[in-house]
């Protein structure tokens, strides 16, 4: 869930993405490009929301993102790539349909309200100075913003269930890799090579 805080309001928003049915999420190495997946938890989820909607809000920074029971000061999420070793903070670990995804939401559900009630503030103070013309010229501004002016509100999944399930005894998590991938991995939540169960 995102909330947008400012000085008098609070504004909720929800969001929703596709799990496989074993709910595991898709990740993709911000390194070598390949899929895998791992299990999803509330509290990495808003760890992952925070960096995409502070970089959509960076002039005022006052997206705070929360799953209502999470830590605001959640500190960072470091994942392993299985394949290439890979190590990056998991809200760098989104596939790119992913990324996508959330600005598209972003732009929808916060950016394009905000320049609407921009311009309806603008609109307003056009029809507060109508009538006050003194010259021989009169101009009359009229701007009407349109909920149909939105793009329509963007779909995430289904997410397939794809992917071969492991077992990692080095920290008794699961994950997903490709399928035909043989050999040692690194385990994506602590690193460490692993040969899957």
């Not at 013309?133 to 997410?159: C, H, M, N, W, Y």
Request: charged share 25%; proline share 6%.
């Amino acid at each position: 869930m995102t909330e947008e805080q400012d000085q008098s309001t609070t504004k909720s928003y929800s969001i929703t993405f596709s799990l496989d049915r074993g709910k595991f999420f898709r990740r993709a190495c911000s390194s070598c490009g390949r899929h895998f997946k791992t299990e999803a938890s509330d509290a990495e989820l808003a760890h992952i929301l925070q960096p995409v909607f502070s970089r959509i809000d960076a002039e005022n920074k006052t997206m705070k993102i929360s799953d209502g029971q999470v830590n605001e000061a959640a500190t960072k999420t470091i994942m392993y790539c299985p394949y290439c070793g890979h190590h990056d903070d998991s809200g760098e670990m989104l596939t790119i349909e992913f990324q996508e995804y959330l600005k598209r939401y972003a732009y929808r559900e916060i950016v394009f309200p905000q320049i609407r009630q921009m311009f309806s503030g603008l609109s307003d103070s056009f029809r507060q100075n109508r009538g006050h013309s003194r010259g021989l010229f009169s101009v009359q501004v009229k701007f009407e913003a349109s909920d149909d002016t939105l793009p329509p509100r963007p779909i995430a999944g289904p997410e397939p269930p794809d992917m071969l399930k492991v077992k990692l005894h080095c920290c008794g998590k699961r994950a997903k890799i490709l399928d035909g991938w043989y050999g040692s991995i690194s385990c994506p939540y602590c690193g460490t090579n692993v040969i899957p169960l």
